[in-house]
């Protein structure tokens, strides 16, 4: 042997998908529905595993599925506590959301994809972007025993998650924040079954809010997101389990599996360029006002699709011919981005005892009304806005730019300072 290096395999795609979530699945299905030829990267052994958020979705998310399979229940109310733990409970008739097997929904969806056509490679990592050849970008990639390989593709899609290694390949700048996030599963939780509770204030979530979800079979997700001010996320995760124990006259016992994330909060200036584009937590679609992005996610990968599909018949991958992306999904999901992100901004900066006579104004019964008949997770700003016009005491307990933005027929939020800035 002559003791040189053997060169890496090399294989060629059309598109090459890197993360096998709702995103990454979607996107994928869509564009090898189109005849192109799809390569997914996901780099843990497990499609699904770890699980990544709560679970927690809206109607929309099945109908984009094409299945409820995965729903473990459903969900007619909410109940919010304050700071000072006073609370206010709404419930519909008709279910508002529902808890699905998270790690289910991305099994589906892989599975769907792969009987469209897509391949999918787990346990392999997306290690950098190596020196485009012939117009097709070319990738490294190592497997989980350390083989390395390299692949050619026309188009690389990147729904990576938040820490994006396809993001930093190709400098398509990170949002300007990253929430902690600590959730835990427990077998047996007490509480209302059809019922979501938040825990805002900062003594529970500084910055966000921590949640109990019941998961349709006597157990319950607890956890929450945070602001990384010192304290970490598990710390106030413990405050919250010992609050919890103290309202239900129980403990929960031992939590039988645990997730630890971040969360993208804001917008990132591009999310495209030559032959690249960026779907779901690595593009940061995420709903800033909860946190939540699997909805935005598969909502912004049907577009991607939509656009990349006729830009690869064309053979024109060029940033101008994929800018299409951008416009179109920022047209369907950027004004509600930009309103929730500005409130969540307020939000921030409001004191716990503003947040406890926000819901004690909420009591009323028109409110309530308004709440149970407007609410919609995907979309929460619309029922804040009505709040605001119905409410003169609600919007004297809030900064006067926002009551005369909500309250007005103004289109687009005003201008505020960005927040902390995350590494």
């Known amino acids: 042997m002559s003791g040189r290096s053997l060169a890496p395999s090399m294989e060629s795609v059309d598109v090459l998908v890197v993360g096998a979530g709702p995103a990454g699945s979607t996107v994928a299905y869509r564009l090898a529905q189109h005849g192109s030829n799809v390569l997914v990267l996901e780099e843990h052994v497990r499609v699904g595993q770890p699980v990544q958020c709560a679970g927690l979705v809206s109607q929309r998310v099945l109908d984009l599925a094409g299945s409820d399979s995965m729903v473990r229940t459903a969900v007619r109310g909410a109940s919010v506590y304050g700071p000072g733990l006073g609370g206010i409970t709404f419930k519909a008739a008709e279910p508002r959301a529902f808890v699905i097997d998270r790690a289910g929904l991305d099994v589906y969806l892989a599975d769907r994809a792969a009987k469209a056509g897509v391949r999918f490679r787990t346990g392999c990592r997306f290690d950098r972007r190596l020196p485009p050849s012939n117009g097709r970008e070319l990738v490294r990639v190592t497997e989980t025993e350390g083989a390395v390989s390299e692949i050619s593709a026309r188009l690389v899609i990147g729904a990576d998650g938040v820490s994006s290694a396809v993001a930093r390949a190709y400098r398509l700048r990170r949002p300007v924040e990253i929430l902690p996030a600590f959730e835990a599963e427990f077998s047996k939780s007490p509480g209302d079954p059809d019922t979501v509770e938040v825990y805002l204030g900062r003594k529970f979530a500084p910055g966000l809010f921590g949640w109990w979800i019941p998961d349709g079979s006597g157990g319950a997700r607890v956890g929450l997101a945070a602001d990384a001010d010192g304290t970490s996320a598990r710390e106030y995760f413990a405050h919250l389990l010992t609050y919890l124990a103290r309202r239900f006259g129980t403990e929960l016992g031992s939590p039988t599996a645990y997730l630890v994330s971040g969360i993208p909060i804001g917008t990132l200036p591009k999310t495209h360029g030559p ?28 577009i991607a699709a939509r656009v990349a599909a006729p830009a690869l018949e064309r053979d024109d991958l060029s940033e101008p011919a994929l800018a299409a992306y951008d416009r179109a999904w920022r047209a369907e999901l950027g004004d509600e981005f930009r309103r929730a992100l500005y409130l969540r901004r307020v939000f921030t900066r409001l004191s716990d005892a503003d947040l406890d006579a926000i819901i004690a104004a909420l009591k009323g019964s028109e409110l309530h009304a308004t709440i149970v008949a407007f609410g919609d997770i995907d979309f929460p700003t619309h029922v804040v806005r009505q709040l605001l016009r119905q409410s003169p005491s609600l919007v004297r307990l809030l900064p006067k730019a926002l009551g005369a933005w909500m309250s007005s027929g103004a289109y687009r939020a005003p201008d505020v300072e960005p927040g902390p800035r995350r590494k």
């Open 275 to 302: 032959r690249v584009l960026l779907v779901g937590d690595a593009a940061a679609q995420v709903k800033p006002l909860s946190g939540g992005g699997i909805f935005t996610g598969m909502k912004c990968a049907e």
